[in-house]
């Protein structure tokens, strides 16, 4: 059977499998990778040992990192790092700028902690502060929203990106490095849009699920100068920094310094991605575990190995739809159709990965999937993995609506109706993807 027709079959199965039976991800995935294994003309032994082969490799790569880095965030969240990071981050722009300030704290804290989770843990402080200032709710909510969601598909040890970047073999550093500029372009697109569409909007525009959720913002427990029960600034960023500084520290070493020198064995141990974060998690005890005593220390960790569990198992899941991408060399045949499409190519993982989040929700699954399709098409086509790492990202965040977690969160936690949550954090998603693409152009000038 032709391996384009192959990989359309393919497709329409995983899409059947997520949207219409409303399958496991996880599940999805392995059944499209053994699907597609058989029809392009894999013995069942030779199918098999590739989707247990890319399984495995894909746990060894990221498995580890992923578990250590819902760890610091969960730790973070229990001994309100995050509050700390909020608070400090409005006292330095100042509350006449608070909505940029609700987006760089979003940017900040959801790189170690779940976006759905950092929204609930700020929104009294939303609320104190639209109260104090009068800046509307909604603009302080999508800005921070912006900030949250962007970060969260791009930035690692965040699930999403950490994983698409093990998939598409890039060094960790350079995902970081790249993916914290897109974010920055995403985060912007959507606080501008915020500032220009919501600054002004008068109050009829919104509409609360009933009119007592209006009367219910008190701000009695949640005034902005009630910080005294938060731990300190060093304590709250240094879980969070040190792993990123280390990676970085590794991949910058490697470029400037030649191979086989002494300190590179030294950058090379804390600076791994699984040591790293061992670290981060080790100094957030450390720092943070007075605070919540030996028992929740405990439950935590507990709970965060439930946590990721999911997780890496979709991972893996895409690893080993990639693998037996690799091995029927679908990627060669997608190469030559792309190129006699004349499409350009980096709008290919974008279109995947939106259409993905679109109708089924998870930006995470949206950047894996996209991330596993595309990485043989790129290799054959000479492109760097980064750009899709970078495409998928963006389109990741194309809408954020209805069958979205984070919608319910955020119009729950502002008491905001389903209509009034469509026409604000829903709209601005379309911005910020735009902004994630418009990154990736900026960096396909130099990749």
Not at 262 to 285: E, K, M, P, Q
Not at 302 to 315: C, E, M, N, P
Not at 336 to 352: D, E, H, Q
């Amino acid at each position: 059977m032709p391996i384009e027709l192959v990989f359309i079959i393919g497709m329409a199965v995983l899409f059947t499998l997520c949207l219409k039976v409303k399958a496991n991800a996880f599940i999805s995935l392995l059944a499209t990778a053994l699907v597609m294994g058989l029809l392009s003309g894999m013995s069942g032994e030779a199918t098999i040992k590739a989707i247990t082969g890319g399984f495995a490799g894909t746990v060894r790569s990221i498995g580890i990192v992923i578990i250590f880095g819902i760890m610091v965030g969960n730790y973070l969240d229990a001994a309100k790092g995050t509050n700390r990071m909020a608070y400090d981050t409005i006292r330095l722009v100042g509350q006449k700028h608070a909505s940029l300030a609700m987006a760089i704290t979003g940017y900040i804290v959801s790189i170690p902690v779940f976006s759905d989770a950092a929204f609930v843990i700020l929104s009294p402080l939303l609320k104190a502060i639209h109260k104090k200032s009068g800046i509307p709710l909604a603009l302080l909510a999508v800005s921070l929203s912006a900030g949250l969601l962007a970060t969260h598909v791009y930035v690692p040890p965040t699930p999403g990106p950490l994983a698409a970047a093990g998939l598409l073999g890039i060094d960790l550093g350079e995902a970081i490095i790249w993916g914290a500029f897109a974010a920055v372009f995403m985060t912007l697109f959507g606080w501008i849009f915020a500032e220009v569409y919501l600054r002004n909007k008068p109050e009829s525009f919104y509409t609360f699920r009933n009119e007592e959720e209006k009367l219910k913002e008190t701000v009695e427990e949640n005034s902005l100068e009630n910080d005294t029960d938060l731990p300190g600034t060093m304590a709250s960023l240094l879980p969070l920094v040190l792993p990123i500084v280390l990676i970085l520290m590794k991949t910058t070493c490697t470029m400037l310094l030649p191979k086989g020198h002494y300190i590179l064995h030294i950058t090379n141990f804390i600076g791994d991605s699984n040591i790293a974060l061992a670290i981060g998690t080790v100094v957030s005890i450390l720092t943070l575990g007075n605070r919540l005593g030996q028992k929740q220390i405990l439950k935590i960790m507990d709970k965060s190995l439930s946590d990721a569990g999911s997780i890496v198992f979709i991972t893996a899941a895409g690893g080993a739809l990639g693998a037996v991408l690799k091995q029927s060399h679908a990627g060669a045949s997608l190469a030559n159709i792309v190129i006699n499409t004349g499409l350009p190519f980096i709008l290919i993982p974008f279109v995947i990965s939106g259409l993905l989040k679109v109708v089924q929700g998870s930006g995470t699954v949206a950047v894996i999937t996209a991330a596993t399709l595309c990485a043989p098409i790129a290799s054959k086509l000479g492109l760097s993995p980064i750009l899709i790492f970078m495409a998928s990202g963006a389109g990741a965040r194309s809408c954020c609506h209805v069958n979205d977690s984070f919608f319910w969160v955020y119009t729950n936690c502002m008491g905001f109706d389903m209509k009034t949550g469509l026409k604000t954090l829903s709209v601005s998603n379309i911005f910020m993807a735009l902004g994630g693409l418009f990154a990736t152009f900026l960096a396909s000038l130099w990749l």
